[in-house]
């Protein structure tokens, strides 16, 4: 059952395809280069031909600022968190191995914006930790991190002071409990909830780049929750971070055939998370190794 659904998720997303190149989130939408990413990650990993995921990366070259950076769209050259995605996609073609290089030079020279954290602060984190933001000249958030530092270790810069870094903060804004949210742990002494999507991104950026007594309890936590994820996201990328430490659960297949069918009463899932739940379904070990291959 799932081969059939993946199939006419694949002809949903071709049918997305824009005749300038790129993806649209939604049919009848505009171009987006976040999206755009994920569809060639989707169709590269379902081995989609050749040309068309050059026509696609082709897009996303033209799209990219002079100083490397790719933007969710020209019109928000501030809004550049897609920079991490469009490296992803680009990774593995010699053809576009410049605008690669160029986006990963962009990265390690931009961060988040920190700050000496003051003993009357009201976050239990360290703010002065760099990590990466959404946005320019805003703070470092745990989702665009862990975008960049997978982005940084398909490159082969995990070793890079910014990886290392970012390392560092993602394991600092870890709840004590387990799992990850947005962001901040503790605010005035309360200890925040953490969500499944944050935490299978953070899982999957930190893979076998920490002991995993750093990380037992996020395992658990998301472990504990997998079974009642049906929202793309979180499902997707809790599968992915599980994946990532062979902690994959036994039915995630039947997990994504329930989160696909779910668009039968919510409508059409966006492009990106619709080619999100395709490679939470194909890399069994993990995003990562599965870019490494």
Known sequence: ??????????AELNRRMLPEGGLAD???????????????LAFKAFGKDAGVLQHLQ?????EQLNDGRVCISQKYPDVFWPTSLAILAWHGSTQYADSQKRAIDFLLHISGMPWEK????????DTSIKGWPWIENTYSWVEPTALALIALRTSGFEKHPRAIEAITMLIDRQIPEGGWNYGNIKVFGTELHSMPGPTGIALQAISGLVSRDKIEKSLIYLKTN??????PFALGWSLLGLSAWNERPADSQALIVSSLDRQKRYGPYATSLLSLLVLASICENGLLNHLMI
Do not use: C, Q
């Not at 003051?118 to 984190?125: G, L, M």
């Not at 997998?226 to 929202?231: A, G, I, P, R, S």
């Open 1 to 10: 059952m799932l081969n059939e659904i993946l199939d006419s998720v694949m």
């Open 26 to 40: 939604h049919a009848g939408g505009d171009y987006r280069s976040d999206t755009t990413a994920w569809a060639i």
């Open 58 to 62: 082709a897009r996303l070259a033209a």
């Open 118 to 125: 003051k003993p009357d602060s009201p976050f239990a984190h």
């Open 226 to 231: 997998v079974e009642k994820l049906y929202t």
